[in-house]
């Protein structure tokens, strides 16, 4: 083996060394960069010299393979999965705390409370049937049950506008995120065919999936040129290698699932027809519109229906008595057409919001006592006149607060049990991929050593380079 060959096999161990020295200072200097998998330097051994009969094969140096990026693809899906459920619950129970709050009685002046409060003026009406005083607290009760009927209704309906706020800056990252992955598509597209290693590229372009997996529920693959295609389960393709879809929004009508009217309808941008809204189940996006067109829809649904029942089962009875003034057939609160927005339109009748003497008591003119008409009012508050005759005004109103809370209750143990499971894929993953500090100075320390040996190798080298030049000059 000539000298020069072994000033070629100290150059080779040098390049090695300074490769793998930059990798791990690399490594080093993103310990706390999100996302980031620790590189290696791979090196195998240089073609040998020599070989055939009677002559020695002697190495030549090494070689660099590539930087390789230490990651495991079935780990980052697990994690994208698992990050898709927890985000998913996180979401859905801010909002469903919001909905528990609008329900807490704490103050002792929550709608239960005060529904009992006006029948039970109905009841000392009844025993006090010509008493004004009675009959103005009756009228107060019954006006602080109508308001609260539209507090709860417009905080409700306030939730709905709000979760619709949140769909609509999840709607415009999840866009962000779609183009990022597609530009990452292209740059990283454009370097693998050269025999270059884009790891940093590859690393981000994990990231930004991990990060849409928090927001919807997608599946992803590789097509033949490696570029990451990524569907909206249920709803078609978001992202084809060099080109991607757009989510959209517009307000429109109420529909059969659950819609509000006026609320937002997830919208594709070109390349998936019809709307995507009830396609969309996973993460943030899905949780919001899961609380949206279900259990904030029910909530007032039901609120409607208690309103409506209220009113037409009072208004069905105070409209058979007469007045003190004789007048009849006066309806208590003011009529409703449907059930349709009722909690939001109930209110006393003008006859009665105007003149307390219009509020019946009896059956028959001119009967100071008869108090049938008081008696048959408060009375309704213990019939089964709600859930088609299932349950009283009380058991169905608390059904409503009990299903919120149970709601609350399931989903809080869901999303910590998700945790565990996030953190656990997470502590996998940085031990596969994560960078420890006390390694990397170790290796550091070798390759350091490994570059001074290689330059003294150069050095040997050179010395004997030098003997033997000047044996020819003696």
Do not use: W
């Not at 208690?306 to 037409?312: D, K, P, R, S, Y």
Request: charged share 25%; aromatic share 4%; with cysteine.
């Amino acid at each position: 083996m000539g000298i020069p060959n072994i000033l070629n096999t100290g150059k080779s161990g040098l390049l090695a060394s300074k490769l793998a020295i930059a990798t791990t200072g690399h490594n080093i200097t993103n310990a706390s960069t999100e996302g980031y998998s620790r590189q290696r330097v791979q090196t195998t051994t240089a073609p040998p010299q020599g070989g055939g009969f009677g002559h020695n094969v002697v190495g030549t140096g090494t070689q660099v393979l590539r930087v390789e990026r230490i990651n495991d693809e079935y780990i980052d899906k697990q994690i994208r999965t698992s990050q898709r459920d927890l985000s998913h619950f996180e979401e859905k129970d801010l909002s469903l705390r919001q909905i528990e709050n609008v329900f807490n009685e704490m103050d002792g002046d929550g709608l239960n409370r005060l529904v009992s409060k006006f029948f039970n003026e109905f009841r000392i009406l009844s025993d006090e049937p010509e008493s004004d005083a009675v009959r103005q607290a009756v009228r107060e009760a019954s006006q602080s049950m109508v308001n609260d009927f539209h507090r709860l209704r417009s905080e409700v309906v306030d939730i709905g506008g709000h979760i619709d706020a949140r769909i609509e800056g999840y709607t415009a990252e999840v866009n962000t995120l779609v183009t990022e992955i597609t530009n990452l598509n292209e740059k990283i597209r454009i370097i693998e065919p050269t025999g270059g290693s884009p790891n940093d590229l590859l690393d981000k372009r994990d990231l930004a999936l991990k990060k849409l997996s928090t927001f919807l529920d997608t599946t992803s693959h590789y097509d033949k040129q490696r570029n990451v295609c990524v569907d909206l389960r249920g709803g078609g393709p978001l992202i084809s290698g060099s080109s991607h879809d757009v989510l959209t929004l517009d307000r429109t009508p109420a529909d059969e699932d659950g819609k509000l009217d006026g609320s937002y309808d997830v919208q594709s941008g070109g390349k998936i027809s019809g709307p995507l809204t009830h396609h969309i189940k996973g993460g943030k996006l899905g949780a919001l519109i899961e609380v949206r067109d279900k259990t904030v829809t029910t909530i007032l649904n039901r609120l409607d229906d208690m309103a409506f029942a209220i009113t037409e089962s009072v208004n069905g009875i105070h409209m058979q008595g007469v007045t003190l003034e004789g007048l009849t057939n006066i309806a208590y609160f003011k009529p409703l057409l449907s059930k349709s927005n009722a909690a939001e339109l109930m209110s006393l009748s003008t006859e009665v919001k105007n003149n307390i003497n219009n509020i019946t008591t009896g059956l028959l003119p001119n009967s100071p006592g008869d108090n049938r008409i008081a008696i048959g009012i408060s009375q309704i508050q213990n019939k089964k006149i709600m859930n088609e005759g299932h349950s009283t005004i009380d058991e169905f109103y608390n059904s409503i607060v009990s299903d919120v809370g149970v709601a609350t209750a399931k989903n809080k143990f869901s999303m910590n049990q998700e945790k565990d499971i996030v953190t656990q894929l997470n502590k996998i993953r940085d031990q596969i991929s994560g960078v420890s500090i006390d390694e990397e100075t170790t290796d550091l320390l070798q390759f350091q050593h490994a570059f001074d040996a290689s330059a003294k190798i150069i050095q040997i080298a050179d010395d004997l380079l030098k003997t033997v030049l000047s044996l020819k000059r003696d």
